[in-house]
């Protein structure tokens, strides 16, 4: 743990490096895209004046894109997170120095060139990757390798957002997928470096800092559940129709690779109507905070974002998913908020934490990332209320949220809920099978031989003294060793078999450790024996094993 810790102050400090190469790479392709200007100073996209050209410059991002992507890796498509995971997962925590090269390139391409992402997704999979890449310089484990892919990832989004306690949540909910010192700690520190290097780099306060009276209220707390009612129905309908989209794309018969392009038309489309859903979108996250923008624009840069952002992800190009999510939860929280007491933007405020919530299926990170990335920590009860709401809903409704709904159709299906391991629960003397069936050690072997012909029941049993207790194991494979001759058939068992190695277990062994034991010495039933004495009193099998889990969903399923 402490050797990870160190290690994940430089993945920290990499990650914070590599967040603010983003955001540069993003304002030089804005800038260059755009204005045709080679420059790094933050510009809008609203502010240029392309006229009918809109329509164009985002299609000739995504050409780069693609191509990036057919001849470099396809790793850099999708949202970055989904990727993430499944490294985490299926790849040994293992990333390549090219998707850490690319990645952020292609997004930066991506969103410079208007396309409607954020850059969260993008930050996440290259912080990752810078982890991963430091972990493989070292002898560690795939574990600890995840655990430093993980800490670069929750780092880069810190720098990013300045949020340090969401970061972790959403490691620890959506990547991490244990709860562990050995994770937890590294992961923290190297948060904290990200979060204590980012004003140097990036910028100090919180992102988008707004000002909202919310007085403590019965009513106000009912108005935020209901807002996170309404933004799990947004999720669920966004989530369905991404990957009704995907599939879409699928059928075209053309190569992958100009998927991004003809998805991108859509988003030129989207641009000649309102520029608005052009890019990450922060300054319309603002704006909505902010209570600034009129119904109408604001319904129009809800339905058309959505629209452009669902094509353009669908198609296959790079970018992530958490600042259009914002942008569609804070537009459904401001029109609600219209209807409801109190300022529209904190309204806004909370349909982004329902969103999240809903969305990604993490509802401590979408509850406390509102208030994080506002400074308005006076406001969690009400972001808990609609982050647990919209949380509740989208289980309802959607089988998997729609980070890991990317993967299962990859046929990899995971589960999100984090429960007690049933074999952590319960020790030997609880699950074995007591007073089992052994062979005396004075058995002659050719006893045992035809004991093993005709009457044996199971592939193993404990060899055992006069007083019962524990001498060794004979085996059908031992049996066939001696029908070849191997061994004198006047021997004894206890002459013939040898204690070397043998493996025990005393009764309040933990059953997990005995399962570890299965898999390290192949032998599929282990002897349980008294400390002292080693009287064999049971015998715990795969099959007994096999009790915990039965007993544990006996636990969930059985009302009584």
Do not use: C
């Not at 010192?181 to 004003?199: C, E, G, H």
Request: proline share 5%; aromatic share 8%.
């Amino acid at each position: 743990m402490l050797l990870l810790a160190v290690m994940a102050l430089v993945v920290g400090i990499g990650a914070t490096g590599g967040a603010w190469l983003l955001i540069r790479a993003i304002a030089l392709m804005t800038n260059l895209f755009w204005f045709g200007r080679l420059s790094t100073a933050p510009t809008e996209i609203i502010d240029s004046a392309l006229g009918f050209g809109t329509m164009f410059v985002p299609v000739l991002g995504s050409l780069f894109v693609g191509v990036m992507a057919r001849f470099g890796s396809d790793k850099i498509r999708g949202h970055g997170i989904p990727e993430a995971i499944e490294a985490i997962l299926f790849g040994e925590s293992r990333l390549s120095l090219k998707v850490a090269v690319l990645k952020p390139v292609s997004s930066a391409i991506s969103i410079g060139s208007g396309g409607p992402f954020g850059a969260e997704g993008p930050i996440i999979m290259t912080g990752g990757a810078i982890g991963s890449l430091f972990a493989q310089r070292f002898r560690l484990s795939a574990a600890e390798r995840k655990t430093l892919l993980v800490a670069g990832a929750a780092a880069g989004m810190t720098a990013i957002f300045n949020t340090p306690l969401a970061a972790i949540l959403l490691a620890i909910e959506v990547l991490l997928f244990e709860w562990k010192p050995r994770s937890f700690v590294p992961l923290v520190a190297a948060v904290l470096v990200a979060w204590t290097a980012r004003p140097s780099l990036i910028g100090v306060g919180p992102m988008f800092p707004f000002d909202a009276a919310m007085p403590a209220s019965a009513e106000l707390a009912g108005g935020a559940a209901a807002i996170g009612i309404v933004t799990g129905l947004l999720s669920a309908f966004i989530s369905s129709t991404l990957y009704l989209t995907e599939d879409l794309f699928q059928r075209l018969p053309v190569h992958w690779m100009w998927w991004p392009a003809i998805g991108a038309v859509a988003v030129g489309i989207g641009g000649l109507i309102d520029k608005h859903v052009l890019g990450a979108g922060y300054a319309s996250i603002q704006a909505l905070l902010d209570s600034s923008l009129a119904l109408r624009v604001v319904i129009a840069l809800m339905v058309v974002k959505a629209l452009v952002w669902l094509i353009a992800l669908g198609s296959g190009t790079s970018g992530g998913v958490l600042a259009p999510l914002l942008i569609l939860g804070g537009a459904a929280g401001y029109l609600a908020g219209q209807m409801l007491p109190g300022d529209a933007g904190f309204w806004a405020m909370i349909g982004m934490a329902g969103i999240l919530s809903g969305a990604m299926r993490a509802p401590l990170m979408g509850a406390l990332f509102a208030a994080e990335v506002t400074g308005h920590f006076d406001a969690l009860p009400f972001t808990v209320a609609a982050a647990g709401s919209a949380y509740a809903v989208s289980v309802l409704l959607i089988r998997r949220s729609i980070l890991t709904e990317k993967i299962a159709r990859r046929g990899r299906h995971i589960v999100q809920e984090y429960s007690v391991d049933p074999l952590a629960l319960f020790q030997a003397d609880q699950i074995m099978t007591r007073d089992p069936a052994t062979l005396k050690g004075d058995l002659r072997v050719g006893e045992a031989l035809d004991f093993f012909q005709t009457r044996a029941t199971h592939r193993s049993y404990p060899i055992v003294d006069e007083e019962g207790s524990l001498i060794g194991l004979v085996s059908r494979t031992d049996a066939l060793r001696w029908q070849a001759g191997e061994t004198l058939l006047t021997a004894t068992l206890s002459d013939a078999i040898s204690d070397a190695g043998l493996p025990f277990a005393y009764p309040d062994a933990p059953i997990g450790a005995i399962a570890d034991l299965i898999v390290e010495t192949g032998f599929g039933r282990i002897p349980i024996v008294e400390p002292v004495s080693r009287r064999v009193v049971g015998i715990l099998s795969r099959q007994d094993l096999l009790k915990a889990r039965k007993f544990h969903r006996i636990a969930e399923d059985r009302r009584n």
